[in-house]
């Protein structure tokens, strides 16, 4: 069982315009943004429009439409960021062990350099 949405966490808040944010992406099933943090020399956000806990919640109750939207929205950041050819990383932290810190799905895009075999 998934925890309840939590309407107040940062990335909602992002999507409500209540947080700026520097978007590279908007369409009607996602949005992407930079990092704050970046681990990457490219580190890009995507997160879903709709109010997903996470990964699980996500692949669990969003819709077909939701779920190709979000996933051509992924690889759509990408391509636009010209990452195809050099390659990319994506990763979604799901639940306590994964230390997934926002409790709003998002997916990792990691690019800019040659990147290790995995992320500690
Ligand atoms: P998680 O650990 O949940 O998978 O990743 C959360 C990510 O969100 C971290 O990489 C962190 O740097 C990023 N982050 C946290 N707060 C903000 C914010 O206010 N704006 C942006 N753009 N990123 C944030």
Known sequence: ????????????????????????????????FHDINPQAPLHILVIPKGAYVSWDD?????????????????????????????????LANTGLDSHQEVPHLHVHIFAGQKLGPMLA
């Open 1 to 32: 069982a998934t925890q309840p949405y939590d309407d107040s966490n940062i990335f909602a808040r992002i999507l409500r315009g209540e947080l700026p944010s520097k978007t590279v992406y908007d369409d009607e099933f996602a949005l992407a």
């Open 58 to 90: 996500f692949s669990a109750r969003a819709s077909d439409a939701e779920i190709a939207g979000f996933v051509r929205a992924v690889g759509q950041v990408a391509r636009d960021a010209g990452l195809v050819a050099p390659g990319y990383r994506l």
